[in-house]
């Protein structure tokens, strides 16, 4: 089980009171670093500008790459760039790839990026929600492209829907999208009608839902069309967000919630995909919540 993972991610700063905030990331690694003591630790790299386009547009990348920043820049009203972004987006993104290319050539057959900024809700041409590069879509892309796969599977169990990864590749059948998400929250798409081109499978959850109607999402309808289309690799936005705990959303979901989820995506890999699984951190917001979640995750993963 590898880990990937940059100190640059630590240097992104949203700046003060921001909830996106390096000491999630430190929290994560700490708590990984202290719960086991036989994962494989690797640097990520950085994506190259050509892996960044197969999902983005040039003016994203300009934005991001080539704006000259004094201390921050608010990309909108969530978003911001410090002058170490740049560099933390190449390596979160990069961390993806790197990942991607890890499993696919059975140096490990599950990696968990440990990276921030986060990137499901980045679009092919912006920045939005905390997110600058869509990381997880960034993979899916060099999946395709780069180790001509035709069947790549994104689940996004984060309590925000993922609505760049969802537009990304809402015309790209060899990618299915499976997503549980608290509607009505940020960024308000996700419906169940929301259908792409049939590769778009969307569970909306009401505030306050918990353990039990979470399972049941998952296990009546996400989890049969996942295991129906038998993807060759499955990648995770895993953010940790629809804990009890967090301060943003209104999930009521538990440590064992995330480690049973976990669990059913490692069987349902080890079925169809040679157990290929990359897994992205995305969101979570308390510290405490972000440091369990995680561990149960990669626990779950390491099987
Ligand atoms: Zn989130």
Redesign the pocket.
């Known amino acids: 089980m590898r880990i990937y993972t940059h100190s640059a991610c630590l240097l992104h700063d949203t700046g003060p009171g921001h909830a996106e905030r390096p000491q999630r990331l430190g929290a994560v690694i700490e708590a990984l670093r202290g719960g086991f003591d036989d994962l494989d630790w690797q640097e990520a790299p950085r994506a190259t500008r050509g892996q960044l386009l197969r999902a983005h547009d040039e003016g994203l990348l300009a934005s991001v790459l080539e704006a000259k920043v004094e201390q921050r820049i608010q990309l909108d009203p969530d978003t911001v760039l410090s002058q170490a972004s740049a560099e933390a987006a190449l390596r979160a993104a990069g961390a993806a790839v790197a990942a991607v290319d890890a499993v696919l050539s059975d140096a490990c057959s599950a990696a968990f990026c440990a990276v921030r900024p986060?990137g499901?809700h980045a679009t092919a041409e912006a920045a939005m929600g905390f997110c600058l590069f869509n990381n997880v879509a960034v993979a899916a892309m060099h999946a395709l492209e780069r180790h001509g796969l035709s069947r790549v599977a994104i689940v996004d169990f984060?309590?925000?829907h993922g609505n760049g990864t969802q537009a990304i590749f809402a015309a790209e059948p060899r990618v299915q999208y499976f997503s549980s998400h608290q509607m009505p929250l940020y960024p308000d798409t996700g419906q169940v009608r929301e259908r792409g081109v049939g590769n778009i499978f969307n569970a909306p959850l009401l505030p306050g839902t918990g353990s039990r109607r979470f399972r049941e999402a998952w296990n009546g309808r996400l989890l049969p069309a996942l295991d129906a289309f038998a993807p060759q690799l499955l990648l995770i936005s895993a953010?940790f967000?629809a804990h009890w705990r967090d301060p943003?959303?209104q999930l009521q979901l538990d440590v064992e919630d995330f480690a049973w989820i976990t669990g059913e995506l490692r069987a349902l890999a080890a079925r169809h995909a040679q157990g290929r699984i990359v897994s992205m951190l995305?969101?979570?917001y308390d510290l405490q919540a972000l440091r369990d979640c995680s561990v149960a995750h990669v626990a779950a993963l390491r099987g």
């Open positions: 986060p499901h984060d309590v925000h953010g967000d943003l959303a995305e969101g979570g």
